[in-house]
């Protein structure tokens, strides 16, 4: 069963919402709905999560990222469709059962949120807990093993006023982790901080999800970063415009809205073996080196300028799936993608 599941979701702010969704559904576009004071945040999301995944919705501002959250964990309502939490559509459920179903399987994680300037960082990570009234000695508990997790050993003892920007961000990831929730949404985490600094909470991250395999909610508007921790991608205007891993984005952005935002990543630690190989052809491939799929291209430079040869790529059974020339990876690099709808228009009859 998916973890968390959209049907026909949809969520208009504005006068009329309900009447703007029939009208979104018979393909008024939503600026003509916009001049009337009518945002459609959130149009026709279909999707589903598995448990353990990582899911990235990335979007420019205002394309409804934080609507979506905000329905996910039922603060607001759709204005259409339905979200499936596990077997439960929060729907069906009252207030009080929503906030039990917050409180026991969903986190988030903010770009800001506020610290108790007077209590330590594990007090601080320890009272999301004592608000669910969890008792101290196991809250505390919790909160130690949940502030060592976040990176954040060492430091359980300072006040919030001798926390660095990323070490504040740990103490709102600790505080999540400790309520030890199957799903974590998190809205823009890292956003707020320095490049390094986010690079390596995203390696945090990326650590924890290896350990916890939690369901994970990531909204960014940063596509390097979706790449880096996604295992799928969901690219948004308001609708979903394209929905897939990160290879497939890349090679195969579904419009120009997508190709924009490919344009400023870094392919070459995206991209694998698998993904810039071409076919063996009939060369005899029995001397070649032989490399794995997943070997992401920036660490194939080297060996294949070395080998002077093709690299070999291998599945599980050693059988020879393509090969690797310094012509593919350039290829691949320097690729301008062409967009599905760019071959719809090929097609079409003149
Ligand atoms: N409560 C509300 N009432 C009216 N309009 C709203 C409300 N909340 C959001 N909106 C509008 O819905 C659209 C989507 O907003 P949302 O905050 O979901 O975008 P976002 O993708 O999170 O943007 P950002 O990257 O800036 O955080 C925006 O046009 C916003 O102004
Ligand atoms: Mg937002």
Redesign the pocket.
């Known amino acids: 069963m998916p973890a968390i599941a959209v049907d026909s979701l949809y969520?208009v702010?504005?006068k009329g919402a309900k009447n703007a969704v029939a009208q979104l559904k018979r393909g008024v576009p939503r600026a003509d709905l916009?001049a009337k004071n009518v945002?459609?945040?959130?149009i026709d999301h279909n999707w589903s999560i598995e448990p353990g995944e990582t899911f990235v919705v990335m979007?420019?501002?205002?394309?409804?990222?934080?609507?979506?959250?905000?329905m996910l964990n039922g603060l607001?309502k759709p204005t259409a469709g339905t979200i499936r939490i596990g077997d439960v559509e929060l729907g069906s459920l009252s207030s009080r059962e929503l906030r039990r179903l917050r409180r026991e399987k969903i986190s988030m994680v903010f770009q800001h949120f506020a610290l108790l300037p007077h209590r330590t960082v594990v007090e601080n990570v320890a009272f999301g807990l004592e608000i669910k009234g969890v008792d101290k000695t196991e809250r505390l508990e919790r909160a130690r093993e949940a502030v060592e997790l976040a990176g954040l050993a060492g430091h359980e003892y300072k006040l919030p006023a001798q926390l660095s920007g990323g070490m504040k961000q740990r103490v709102g990831l600790a505080r999540a982790l400790a309520a030890d929730t199957e799903i974590l949404l998190m809205?823009?985490a890292f956003s707020a901080l320095d490049p390094l600094i986010r690079q390596e909470m995203q390696d945090q991250l990326l650590d924890l999800q290896s350990k916890l395999g939690k369901t994970i909610v990531f909204?960014t508007?940063d596509l390097n970063e979706a790449m880096r921790i996604g295992d799928r991608i969901a690219i948004?205007d308001?609708e979903v415009k394209q929905l897939g891993t990160a290879e497939e984005i890349l090679m195969h952005p579904a419009d120009d809205y997508v190709a924009e935002f490919t344009a400023d990543v870094d392919r070459s630690r995206v991209l694998t073996a698998e993904a810039v190989m071409e076919p063996c052809g009939t060369q005899d491939t029995s001397a070649l080196r032989r490399i794995e799929p997943d070997v992401p291209v920036n660490e194939l430079y080297q060996p294949v300028l070395d080998s002077k040869a093709p690299l070999l790529v291998v599945d599980d059974n050693a059988d020879p799936l393509g090969v690797v020339t310094p012509r593919s990876i350039i290829k691949s690099l320097a690729f301008e993608p062409e967009t599905a709808a760019d071959g719809e228009e090929e097609r079409q009859p003149a």
């Open positions: 969520k702010f504005g916009a945002t459609a945040a959130v979007g420019l501002s205002g394309s409804g990222k934080s609507t979506l959250i905000r607001i809205d823009e909204i508007h948004c308001g």
